[in-house]
């Protein structure tokens, strides 16, 4: 029987970044069906129609988006009001470094949505909000999301991604909520070897942490989880992979590259570049987490990633190729400390149980991003001449 998580997760396919993701689960599921008779708790068929009929049958939502004039936030913005037109997205966002005003431009003047600049930690001002807006919905994206600041200074990411956090389900607690969304990373579990291709994240798989940053969010999710039985906060966390796509700040490895290269400077790889992530373009993302929303269960976990393995070298060299720029760009630079080996997420729960399919193949969705990032050149100069400068000497200026 195919009943514990680990089951589905000793079943070994073969995955091609190539492969459509149709293709690889259609072929995935054949084999399983095949192989062994499928239980409950791993059910590989869904119908699409039912899961998109649902949908329209829900009523209008008031929705809190925290972190929104971040890279994902301001993706998932994008994607609600263009999904949900119905519906009212609050942007909450305190625009550090990471949050960008001028992103959110083109919903600015939209009835359904609202900008508020505010801190998640600001439990005053939280609390306002929520007498304001009655919210139905959050979506907690704001956080601290590099791990190579986390090295550098830790202790603003268990501000904001811990207390920040406990701050937003205390005024859920306290005002009530039909839902608050955690949004996680698959960075939770640690890493998996490099020899072991056959091993991935399930959701059953033990937190395990390497960073600062994996830690802070690993911390929250034990926290939400904790609200959930101590309080019967409705809650459900995703925990997705390495996202790309348009508005990704440029110290994160694609936007670097892209940026780097189109200047003719160096391409900082770290260690030997065989590190692998397995990427997923940012709108399957947003598509997971709204159906989470809409269709997940209360108190549970998602899985989210689309099987596209790749070596950090080998995505280094694509950018390079597309762009028609030299390999000898790339310069082999001091490793990261603690450096993650391997990521894979099995999404058999997520795909089983809301019919989610990632639809953006990487060999398409790599050069969207690139092409994005040449026809979108003013964003990330304004970036790069800002701040941003004194933190790229300090990372790489004797690395
Ligand atoms: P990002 O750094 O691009 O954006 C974070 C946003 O949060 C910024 O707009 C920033 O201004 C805002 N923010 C930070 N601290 C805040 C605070 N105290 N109050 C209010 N706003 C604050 O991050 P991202 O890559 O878009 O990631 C968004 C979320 O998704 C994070 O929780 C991250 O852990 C998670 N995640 C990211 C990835 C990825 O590949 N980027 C993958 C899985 C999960
Ligand atoms: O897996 C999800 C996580 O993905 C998210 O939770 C994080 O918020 C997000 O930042 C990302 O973390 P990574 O550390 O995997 O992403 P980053 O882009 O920083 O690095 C990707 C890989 O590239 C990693 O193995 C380190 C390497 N790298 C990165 C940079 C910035 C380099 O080789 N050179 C670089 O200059």
Request: charged fraction near 25%; glycine fraction near 8%; include cysteine.
């Amino acid at each position: 029987m195919f009943t514990t998580p680990d089951d589905c997760n000793s079943m070994i396919v073969k995955v091609s970044g190539n492969e459509r993701p149709e293709t690889f689960f259609a072929r995935r599921n054949k084999q399983a069906t095949k192989s062994r008779d499928i239980g409950d708790n791993c059910k590989f068929s869904y119908n699409v129609e039912v899961q998109y009929k649902r949908q329209q049958e829900d009523k209008t939502l008031n929705i809190i988006v925290t972190g929104g004039a971040g890279f994902i936030g301001s993706n998932f913005v994008f994607y609600m009001i263009e999904k949900h037109p119905e519906d009212r997205i609050i942007c909450v966002d305190s625009l550090t470094y990471a949050g960008n005003l001028s992103t959110l431009e083109s919903v600015m003047d939209n009835p359904a949505f609202r900008f508020v600049k505010l801190d998640i930690r600001d439990r005053e001002g939280v609390e306002k909000l929520f007498v304001e807006e009655k919210p139905d919905v959050v979506v907690n994206f704001a956080a601290e999301s590099h791990v190579d600041r986390s090295i550098e200074n830790p202790g603003i990411f268990l501000e904001t991604n811990i207390m920040g956090t406990a701050v937003l389900m205390d005024a859920c607690r306290k005002y009530g909520i039909q839902r608050f969304h955690q949004v996680s990373t698959d960075e939770v579990y640690g890493d998996l070897p490099l020899d072991r291709p056959d091993l991935f994240f399930t959701e059953e798989t033990p937190i395990h942490t390497s960073s600062p940053y994996s830690t802070s969010k690993a911390s929250a999710d034990l926290l939400v989880l904790a609200y959930h039985r101590t309080y019967g906060l409705p809650v459900t966390i995703s925990r997705c992979s390495n996202n790309y796509g348009p508005y990704q700040f440029p110290e994160k490895l694609i936007p670097l590259m892209i940026a780097n290269a189109l200047h003719d400077q160096p391409l900082p790889v770290y260690g030997e570049g065989l590190n692998v992530r397995d990427w997923l373009y940012v709108e399957d993302h947003c598509k997971a987490i709204d159906l989470i929303l809409r269709g997940g269960r209360v108190g549970e976990v998602y899985n989210i990633g689309g099987h596209n393995e790749m070596r950090n070298i080998d995505i280094v060299k694509l950018i390079c190729a597309e762009l028609g720029k030299p390999e000898s760009l790339i310069k082999y630079v001091t490793d990261r400390k603690g450096h993650d080996q391997r990521y894979a997420i099995d999404p058999a729960k997520i795909h089983g149980e809301l019919g989610w399919l990632p639809e953006t193949m990487f060999k398409d969705g790599i050069k969207k991003t690139i092409h994005w990032y040449l026809d979108n050149q003013a964003w990330w100069e304004t970036i790069r001449s800002g701040e941003y400068r004194n933190y790229y000497e300090k990372m790489y200026g004797n690395r």
